[in-house]
């Protein structure tokens, strides 16, 4: 279900917020290796510009991850996002070499390890499940898909019986009869959101269903009608 699987990818926010982070992180490095490094005198707008270039290729590898794999999408953004920075650097009258091969060199080296560090701790998992929202989403969606789907949904609630089991096994034991109520309220409260989401999500797909049974008919005799013939 779309909104469930949203809701599990959860790592892809993560992914995103720490690629864009350490685009920011680099980018002030570069900007010290700049002025310290290359002695290079820049206007108000010289660290702004290598800062905020940084910081959208460090968020364009965390939205692209997935597409591809890492080095490639590192090397490919990191050179995209070089570019304009060599190009600002002929533009104040620096020599392209070392200049401008610098600036290539350190976005093509960010790119890199930025995807490289993103995709090793929140690795893209979700290959699978996207391609099945996907056929869902084109009305390609096969029976064998919708058997796993009820297959792990009844894994989960299987383990979470479990888990409520082993907690009221656990308070007869203690004698105590709060023990492990946050955890059996977050079972139980999780569950039934799930549910929840699950019923919206079945309402909304049975409303576009039925807006689109109701409009395709129309618009095909709308385009058979004759056309009125003028006087």
């Not at 469930?4 to 982070?21: C, M, V």
């Not at 390890?113 to 499940?129: G, K, N, V, Y």
């Not at 807006?211 to 005799?221: I, K, N, T, V």
């Amino acid at each position: 279900m779309p909104i469930l699987e949203s809701k599990a990818d959860r790592s892809a926010i993560r992914r995103i917020l720490l690629a864009t982070g350490l685009g920011a992180i680099f980018g002030f490095q570069s900007w010290r290796l700049a002025k310290y490094g290359f002695a290079v005198s820049f206007p108000w707008y010289g660290p702004v510009w290598i800062l905020l270039s940084h910081v959208c290729l460090g968020f364009s590898v965390g939205v692209t991850a997935g597409s591809t794999c890492w080095w490639k999408r590192g090397f490919v953004l990191g050179l995209v996002f070089s570019i304009p920075s060599a190009l600002g650097a002929l533009a104040l009258g620096l020599r392209w070499a070392p200049y401008g091969v610098a600036a290539i060199t350190v976005g093509l080296v960010v790119g890199l390890l930025i995807a490289l560090i993103a995709d090793a701790l929140f690795p893209r998992t979700r290959a699978s499940t996207d391609q099945h929202s996907r056929g869902r989403l084109l009305g390609t969606g096969s029976a064998k898909s919708e058997k796993c789907s009820a297959k792990t949904i009844w894994q989960r609630l299987a383990e979470g019986k479990a888990c409520l089991e082993h907690l009221d096994a656990e308070r007869a034991c203690r004698g105590d009869s709060g023990f492990g109520k946050a955890t059996e309220d977050r079972i139980v409260w999780g569950e039934l959101l799930d549910f929840e989401l699950q019923d919206i999500d079945e309402q909304v797909s049975r409303i576009c269903q039925a807006a689109a049974d109701a409009c395709g008919p129309r618009s095909r005799m709308s385009n058979n009608s004759p056309k009125s013939s003028s006087p």
